[in-house]
């Protein structure tokens, strides 16, 4: 079919001549006006010229041809799986490029390219063991896309089309802000790092909420034409279909009330989302990780929950509400907070100290926070006793470290960094190593592993 196809093009794409009482005219030599043609229905003929090959353009011209029909022809018979395969390790290829540009404008452009559909689309189901089920919400994998990549909801189809099992948007503020001057964000390639004092650029809730909101309508009109209406079968994912969506609120730099800030991006925001995150985390805004101390997170977490359940919600529920929290804070810090594990960290540990770049002022994220916050986490599980679901994110470069972080307490993982530095082929691989570790481990569900080394 596919060669078929293309000798019709071919054929077609050569009908440039018409024959006329004998006689060969190209239409395309000829301008006539109107009258001009009245007189004279047909332009005096012109000797057609013939283009002259040699014999090795001749061939160079067949042999290129003749591969161009027989790679659509093979490529047609290949499986989805198997071509899309090759698509996400295309991407080793172009992905070493960006390397060469300014990190702010590579992740710009990696953000657009998500947004445009520029990038493969997972086709695969995920391995059966990696299936799970939290908040309610069905989970196809535990790995996630982190806050700080598509911080103004831009690409959010594109990059659950890569095959992660969610992707946190944000953090968002209620008014839009540029964030610290630029440089403002720094590579350390070697320790797999980067160094960021980004300071919640934003461009607002009212942007990030049509975004959504047409994001939202798009998703569920594709999911209810694609459902089959035959069967009980669960369908992975959200609110608006495959996949799930998490929204992180921030707060304004010059805000000086931050509850009124995380309250008003829940009644904006919480519609679109299967879970919301209040971030007091980040090192970069002034008088954020003040909010962690006992006193003002219980305050604020009362004043923007109280916001969430005043609201309307049909049979699913309201978005259940996460804190997100720094990986540095002292052993009484944790006893009063319960949720999520892991941002950056201010501190610089002994493997990038050499590193001139370690001394930019900002949150370091990436290989070297792998340990810092693997401990934190561990101590987090075992304050709640493993009651609470924890997502565990800094330094998760591979599928044994995602493991690692399940057997100190994670349900969910999110990366950032290493995404950042290995782009879309590091999903697959994650994934098919994640389950690998399980299975080898005598596992036969995530669940199973969650928590294992301090049970």
Same mark, same amino acid.
């Given at each position: 079919m596919a060669i078929?196809?293309?000798?019709?093009?071919?054929?077609?794409?050569?009908?440039?001549?018409?024959?006329?009482?004998?006689?060969?005219?190209?239409?395309?030599?000829?301008?006539?006006?109107? !009258?001009?043609?009245?007189?004279?229905?047909?332009?005096?003929?012109?000797?057609?010229?013939?283009?002259?090959?040699?014999?090795?353009?001749? $061939?160079?011209?067949?042999?290129?041809?003749?591969?161009?029909?027989?790679?659509?022809?093979?490529?047609?018979?290949?499986?989805?799986?198997?071509?899309?395969?090759?698509?996400? !390790?295309?991407?080793?290829?172009v992905n070493p490029f960006f390397a060469f540009m300014d990190p702010e404008f590579a992740h710009r452009l990696a953000v657009s390219a998500a947004a445009r559909g520029w990038i493969p689309i997972e086709k695969r189901p995920d391995p059966s063991i990696l299936e799970l089920e939290v908040w309610g919400r069905r989970f196809s994998n535990p790995i996630g896309l982190s806050a700080g990549f598509d911080k103004n909801a831009e690409a959010v189809e594109g990059l659950l089309g890569l095959g992660f099992g969610f992707v946190e948007v944000g953090s968002v503020t209620p008014v839009p802000q540029e964030g610290n001057p630029k440089p403002r964000i720094f590579r350390l390639p070697k320790e797999g790092a980067i160094i960021n004092r980004c300071g919640f650029n934003s461009e607002g809730i009212v942007a990030v909420a049509k975004r959504l909101g047409a994001q939202h309508g798009k998703r569920k009109l594709e999911t209810s034409s694609t459902a089959s209406p035959v069967g009980d079968e669960a369908v992975h994912g959200g609110k608006a279909g495959p996949g799930i969506l998490g929204v992180n609120l921030g707060k304004n730099k010059t805000s000086e009330d931050a509850a009124s800030d995380y309250v008003q991006g829940v009644h904006t925001l919480s519609q679109y989302a299967?879970?919301?995150?209040?971030?007091?985390?980040? &090192?970069?805004?002034?008088?954020?990780?003040?909010?962690?101390?006992?006193?003002?997170?219980?305050?604020?977490?009362?004043?923007?929950?109280?916001?969430?359940?005043?609201?309307?919600?049909?049979?699913?529920?309201? &978005?259940? $509400?996460?804190?997100?929290?720094?990986?540095?804070?002292?052993?009484?810090? $944790?006893?009063?907070?319960?949720?999520?594990?892991?941002?950056?960290?201010?501190?610089?540990?002994?493997?990038?100290?050499?590193?001139?770049?370690?001394?930019?002022?900002?949150?370091?994220?990436?290989?070297?926070?792998?340990?810092?916050?693997?401990?934190?986490?561990?101590?987090?599980?075992i304050l709640t006793k493993g009651k609470i679901p924890l997502i565990g994110c800094g330094g998760i470069c591979s599928g044994e470290d995602a493991y690692k972080k399940i057997r100190a307490g994670a349900t969910l993982v999110q990366l950032y960094t290493a995404f950042a530095y290995g782009g879309p082929a590091l999903i697959p691989k994650i994934k098919a190593e994640l389950a690998q570790c399980l299975e080898r481990d005598g596992y036969k569900s995530i669940y199973e592993a969650v928590g294992a080394d301090y049970r």
């Open positions: 078929r196809v293309a000798l019709k093009f071919m054929r077609d794409s050569l009908r440039t001549r018409i024959k006329f009482d004998g006689n060969i005219y190209n239409p395309r030599q000829y301008l006539c006006t109107a !009258s001009s043609a009245a007189a004279q229905p047909f332009p005096t003929p012109i000797p057609k010229k013939v283009p002259h090959f040699s014999k090795k353009g001749r $061939l160079f011209t067949g042999a290129t041809i003749g591969l161009l029909i027989g790679g659509f022809a093979y490529a047609s018979t290949v499986d989805e799986a198997t071509f899309c395969g090759w698509l996400f !390790s295309a991407t080793k290829v299967d879970y919301l995150v209040i971030n007091i985390s980040s &090192p970069n805004t002034p008088g954020l990780r003040q909010l962690q101390g006992r006193k003002q997170l219980k305050d604020l977490v009362k004043k923007v929950q109280g916001a969430r359940d005043e609201m309307q919600w049909g049979e699913e529920g309201p &978005p259940p $509400l996460l804190v997100k929290i720094a990986p540095d804070l002292s052993k009484q810090d $944790l006893e009063d907070i319960a949720r999520i594990i892991s941002n950056t960290t201010i501190q610089r540990p002994n493997t990038i100290s050499n590193n001139p770049v370690s001394e930019e002022t900002g949150g370091l994220s990436g290989r070297p926070l792998f340990d810092l916050s693997t401990n934190i986490l561990k101590e987090m599980y």
